[in-house]
């Protein structure tokens, strides 16, 4: 039997307090159960079809992320077993068990971490307008894809569409402060290095990525997902060539099927077909497989 997507999370004893493009969320007090659903989203816009594994992929691969990253900073995991899940949730494996945290709620930060390394996406288009990255000057004569000097930290805020719009790290110490914006753009920027270096080693080129960052009284917490291929960029190493677009381990197929159709990018989506989602759950298994050195999600 080929595997089933689960696009949503259903008990009968307690609702999720929220359901994001991707997670379902259940608040347990002082801890949040973090459920990686197998939706997927493209321009915004979450398919009613889903994407078989892709949440258990997406949550081991983090948590793989975040062991190798525990001393570079604090985060917000708890525990990924069913077995430390309280009650109902360790009685549905079927619907929490691979796919699911436990954390600690965090007070978030309203600024998206991102880091980049090469130039790509928004950060390429400001570049071709104006030779800057989130008002960040970068050396001329840079290419679509370049690697850049060194990683820089091009913050983002959520508009209330849920767009990402960049801003300058001027503009984030101004919403955040000096200090937590100092510390986590750091903390940020370390973690990026180091999964880039490792995954070089697997013959992936992280482009960047994005972060969230939260507060426990007092400390920095690292939160969400890390890593990932729906928080980042990944690109095959061995086929890199700057100068144009890379082809990527995630959506492409989705996008491209997409701009195929007549969607007008302003309503719901119209279904994934088997093939597509077939091809783009081979991509995230592959990136797994690729990254871990083919651990089983
Ligand atoms: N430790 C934490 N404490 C509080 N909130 C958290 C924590 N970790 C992650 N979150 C929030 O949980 C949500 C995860 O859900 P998901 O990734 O599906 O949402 P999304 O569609 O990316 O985001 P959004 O809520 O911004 O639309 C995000 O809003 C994220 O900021
Ligand atoms: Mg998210």
């Known amino acids: 039997m080929p595997p089933v997507a689960l696009c949503e999370t259903n008990i009968t004893e307690v609702k999720p307090v929220a359901r994001g493009k991707v997670r379902d969320i259940y608040d347990l007090g002082d801890n949040l159960l973090i459920v990686a659903t197998d939706r997927i989203s493209a321009f915004d816009w979450v398919n009613p079809v889903g994407i078989p594994d892709k949440g258990k992929i997406l949550t081991q691969m983090s948590l793989f992320w975040f062991d190798m990253m525990r001393d570079v900073v604090k985060n917000h995991l708890v525990s990924a077993k069913l077995t430390d899940f309280p009650?109902?949730?360790?009685?549905?494996?079927?619907?929490f068990e691979g796919r699911s945290m436990l954390v600690r709620k965090c007070e978030m930060f309203p600024v998206e971490f991102v880091v980049r390394g090469y130039l790509a996406g928004s950060g390429w288009k400001e570049y071709g307008a104006k030779g800057t990255v989130c008002e960040i000057p970068l050396p001329n004569g840079l290419l679509e894809s370049s690697v850049l000097p060194e990683p820089i930290y091009t913050p983002a805020t959520k508009a209330t569409d849920g767009h990402d719009i960049n801003i300058s790290p001027a503009e984030a110490?101004?919403?955040?402060?000096?200090?937590?914006?100092?510390?986590?753009?750091?903390?940020?920027?370390?973690?990026?290095?180091?999964?880039?270096?490792?995954?070089?080693?697997?013959?992936?080129?992280?482009?960047?990525?994005?972060?969230?960052?939260?507060?426990r009284g007092n400390s920095l917490i690292l939160t969400d997902e890390v890593l990932t291929p729906d928080s980042s960029r990944?690109?095959?190493?061995?086929?890199?060539?700057?100068?144009?677009?890379?082809?990527?381990?995630?959506?492409?197929?989705?996008?491209?099927?997409?701009?195929?159709?007549?969607?007008?990018?302003?309503?719901?989506?119209?279904?994934?077909?088997?093939?597509?989602?077939?091809?783009?759950r081979g991509k995230y298994v592959e990136a797994y497989r690729q990254l871990t050195g083919g651990k089983e999600f």
């Open 87 to 95: 009650e109902p949730f360790r009685s549905y494996p079927d619907q």
């Open 173 to 215: 110490a101004h919403i955040i402060g000096e200090r937590w914006n100092t510390e986590a753009s750091s903390a940020a920027i370390e973690v990026y290095k180091r999964g880039r270096d490792y995954a070089a080693t697997r013959g992936i080129i992280l482009c960047d990525t994005k972060f969230e960052f939260g507060l």
């Open 234 to 280: 990944f690109w095959p190493a061995d086929q890199y060539k700057p100068g144009s677009g890379q082809p990527s381990y995630d959506k492409q197929f989705v996008r491209d099927w997409l701009e195929t159709t007549s969607w007008d990018k302003n309503s719901p989506q119209p279904p994934l077909p088997d093939e597509i989602v077939e091809r783009t």
